[in-house]
């Protein structure tokens, strides 16, 4: 009986841990969290603002998948923990808008049709960020992520909010991505009612199969007086497009043939590169898959200068003497 309690134990650890995000398992396959229906690693069923959990209850999100930071009651939340409290920021509720206290909500934007939410005020969320953990559980490089989500904004107050979107391989260094920003209006409608605004836009962005991407939305005051809009999120749509890892290890052989050195890394300016055989040509790719460096070598090191360029991720690709080629990340802070 102990040796079956403790496979039970384990298969439900597993299993926790398999949906602890929301996973990509499938190129060109779009997966859509909408807060209505569930998804696997970011709600079990529909949201209604009863907090966070990484076992979340019906109502709930996944606290491994989701997570928003900037409460008076936790300003930093951590993924993986619990959230649930009632009567706190977290557990504000399903409501239709028109609300003043300052919280996270279930917003019912149209009939049916539930969105994560938020209210500012002086003490919650300005600044506040939402971060949505997704991994990619493929056998292949994602090279593109086209990235759709439609935000809604409750035009009631004098105040005018931001909701601006940024990304990151690592939760520490993020990309911002300036031309999808959104500024709720200033001068607040006599009649407020929901509004929606969609924003797209193709990450162009290396993610090795097993590694993480993160995505962040802000929130910070913009302009105007008194009290905040509320502002909610809904229909992110993730669509990944790759390459086989033809990278993948086979031997052991292949292993010491492909040894790649960047270091400093992440760096403000000169990275050096080592590799352990003949490096013929080398060339730097920006998130958007324009070559910003090229540079022909004759040798199994070099140092390049990226200090011109702007912050962000970069691909160096790499081409041996012998044919074979290889890649590596360089994040330039």
């Not at 938020?118 to 990235?147: A, H, R, V, Y």
């Not at 990226?306 to 962000?312: A, Q, R, V």
Request: include cysteine; glycine fraction near 6%.
């Amino acid at each position: 009986m102990k040796r079956l309690y403790c496979i039970t134990f384990i298969f439900s650890i597993l299993s926790l841990s398999l949906y602890a995000q929301l996973n990509i398992t499938s190129l060109d396959e779009n997966y859509m969290i909408n807060f209505d229906t569930p998804v696997s690693g970011i709600n079990p069923a529909a949201f209604n603002g009863t907090g966070f959990s990484p076992v979340p209850t019906d109502g709930q999100l996944n606290s491994n998948g989701i997570i928003i930071n900037g409460s008076s009651d936790e300003k930093e939340m951590t993924f993986g923990e619990t959230y649930s409290t009632e009567n706190t920021d977290f557990t504000r509720g399903l409501k239709t808008g028109g609300i003043r206290a300052g919280g996270i909500y279930a917003f019912e934007v149209e009939e049916e049709n539930i969105a994560l939410g938020l209210q500012p005020t002086e003490s919650d969320f300005t600044k506040g960020e939402i971060i949505l953990k997704i991994k990619n559980n493929t056998s292949s490089n994602i090279t593109n992520l086209k990235l759709s989500y439609d935000i809604f904004s409750f035009n009631d107050q004098d105040k005018s909010s931001s909701f601006n979107f940024s990304y990151s391989t690592d939760n520490l260094i993020y990309i911002e991505e300036p031309t999808i920003d959104f500024n709720t209006q200033e001068a607040g409608d006599e009649n407020p009612e929901w509004i929606k605004e969609n924003k797209t836009i193709n990450l162009m962005i290396s993610i090795p199969a097993d590694e993480l991407i993160f995505l962040k939305w802000i929130t910070n005051d913009v302009s105007g007086s008194g009290s905040r809009d509320e502002i909610a999120i809904d229909n992110i749509s993730c669509i990944a497009k790759g390459e086989p890892n033809n990278n993948t290890p086979t031997s052991m052989n292949e292993i010491e043939s492909h040894q790649i050195n960047a270091f400093p890394n992440p760096t403000k300016s000169k990275c050096t590169i080592e590799a352990d055989k003949q490096i013929k040509a080398i060339s730097l790719v920006n998130s958007c898959g324009i070559e910003v460096f090229k540079q022909k070598i004759n040798n199994t090191s070099t140092q390049i200068d990226i200090s011109n360029t702007p912050i962000g991720f970069y691909t160096l690709f790499i081409e041996f003497e012998d044919g074979s080629q290889t890649t590596k990340k360089i994040i330039k802070k």
